[in-house]
């Protein structure tokens, strides 16, 4: 009798971008670790996937390695380009316009942008506007959201403490305050 059961098919996958264990940038959701890359069915096939935990959240997320770049999930960044974002941050700032609509669709999509230098100009523009005008409440809460970003990802960069950051970023902010 003839075996009529086809051979057992190995998936291969193309090497992931990222590592278990690497710090990566999840955009709007800030710092995540990879804990584990695991294979899982979807449909009819199977897809790697890339098992991050976001700490900020305490949320462990599923992200399959072929829409990471899509998504905009990114290496954090060096300390060079960190140094460059606390350096921006302590720059004069361009005026946002007055509408808050306006500004808020604009950084928001800074923020979906993801990158560090998009996060610094964020957090720039709406520190600034705050000292003039208090922000309404999606914009507050936008800077907010921006400035841990910015702090979570920075504090990782440098090898720094959480609280040491954000003294830094604030000392910063603080350089061109009228």
């Known amino acids: 009798m003839v075996n009529m059961k086809s051979p057992r098919k190995t998936v291969r996958h193309a090497p992931t ?3 278990v264990g690497q710090e990566i940038v999840y955009p709007l959701q800030g710092v995540g670790h990879i804990s584990a890359i695991e294979e899982k069915p979807f449909r009819d096939k199977k897809l790697l996937y ?8 305490d949320m462990t997320i599923m992200v399959p ?6 998504l905009g999930i990114r290496a954090i960044v060096g300390k060079k380009e960190s140094q460059k974002a606390l350096r921006l941050i302590a ?9 808050w609509k306006l500004r808020y669709q604009m950084n928001l999509d800074l ?5 560090i230098i998009d996060i610094a100009n964020v957090v720039r523009a709406l520190y600034h506007r705050s000292r003039i005008k208090e922000l309404p409440i999606l914009e507050r809460k936008l800077y907010d ?17 959480k609280s040491d ?3 830094l970023v604030f000392a910063k902010l603080k350089t061109n305050a009228k």
Do not use: H, M, N, R
Request: glycine share 4%; net charge negative; proline share 4%.
């Open 91 to 99: 720059e004069e700032f361009e005026p946002i316009p007055a509408d």
């Open 17 to 19: 971008k990222y590592k």
């Open 145 to 161: 959201s921006a400035l841990k970003l910015l702090i979570d990802e920075i504090s990782f960069s440098i090898d720094k403490s």
């Open 65 to 70: 390695v072929g829409k990471a770049d899509e």
């Open 165 to 167: 950051v954000e003294e």
């Open 111 to 115: 923020l979906k942008k993801g990158s």
């Open 50 to 57: 890339y098992i991050v935990y976001l700490e900020v959240t």
